[in-house]
């Protein structure tokens, strides 16, 4: 995992090409099941079905993208589950998650940075609400798979396992309800509030200056193998 990602011009690789590929299958794959998801969830919405081509259409290939999503994420549990590890490090980010929430940077506390006070604990490859983020989706994509084949599948599932389709009517709405509240927070932090990540995620690089910030274990690390090469 940790090749070298030093670039020109000062910049990092952050995500190298097979990464954006699967990302870019869970999300879009996510956004239209999401959509169907919602059309057939409430007749008050089943007029984005017939924007996406019918309630047939979106009834057949709602599955089948399901099984999309659910193998990018494993596909993602294979390629990050190490950098997703929660580790002690993590704990330690949890005390300043109020100085994180009100985007108070370091640059922005020179009079700590003065008396070598260090408002964040260092950040490794992903920081503990991406990795949360992550874990959320990876189950909850999980329970997702598990239920919706259930549902697909209703009429081979024996009398004697109906508690199974009870189960899964229930479940497979519940976790797309909390996929779903990750997901939101998750394209907010994306697009919004951490400025340079949708780069990463479309082009792969980032600055060295937004890779110390954010992520300074990961990037001395990066270095430290540069160093060795
Ligand atoms: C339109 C939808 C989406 C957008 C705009 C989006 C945006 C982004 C961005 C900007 C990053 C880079 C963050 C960084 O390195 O600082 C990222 C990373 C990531 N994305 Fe997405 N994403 C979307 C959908 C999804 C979906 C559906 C999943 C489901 C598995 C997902 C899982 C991840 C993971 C695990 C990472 C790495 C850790 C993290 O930054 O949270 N994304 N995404």
Redesign the pocket.
């Known amino acids: 995992m940790e090749e070298n990602r030093i670039l020109r011009h000062n910049r990092v690789l952050?995500?190298d090409f097979r990464e954006r590929v699967v990302?870019w299958f869970?999300?879009?794959s996510?956004?239209y099941l999401m959509l169907t998801g919602l059309a057939f969830w409430s007749p008050w919405l089943f007029w984005i079905a017939v924007i996406l081509g019918g309630g047939t259409v979106s009834r057949v290939l709602h599955p089948w993208v399901g099984l999309v999503?659910a193998g990018?994420?494993i596909y993602?549990h294979g390629m990050?589950r190490q950098d997703?590890r929660i580790t002690k490090l993590d704990r330690e980010w949890t005390k300043m998650i109020g100085a994180y929430v009100r985007n108070e940077d370091e640059e922005q506390l020179p009079e700590h940075a003065k008396r070598g006070f260090q408002p964040y604990a260092p950040v490794d490859r992903?920081n503990l609400?991406?990795k949360y983020?992550?874990w959320v989706?990876?189950w909850g994509?999980l329970v997702l798979l598990a239920t919706g084949l259930v549902l697909w599948f209703t009429e081979y599932i024996p009398w004697n396992l109906r508690f199974l389709r009870l189960i899964s009517v229930i479940l497979h709405p519940i976790a797309f309800l909390v996929t779903l509240g990750a997901?939101i927070i998750?394209?907010y932090?994306?697009?919004a509030v951490?400025r340079?990540?949708?780069h990463?995620?479309v082009r792969g690089d980032v600055s060295d200056a937004w890779a110390r910030h954010?992520h300074r274990l990961w990037f001395e690390r990066i270095e430290r193998n540069a160093a060795k090469k």
């Open positions: 952050r995500y990302h869970a999300a879009l996510y956004v999503y990018s994420v993602m990050w997703m992903f609400g991406q983020l992550f989706l990876y994509g997901f998750h394209v932090m994306g697009l951490v340079g990540g949708f990463a995620v954010h």
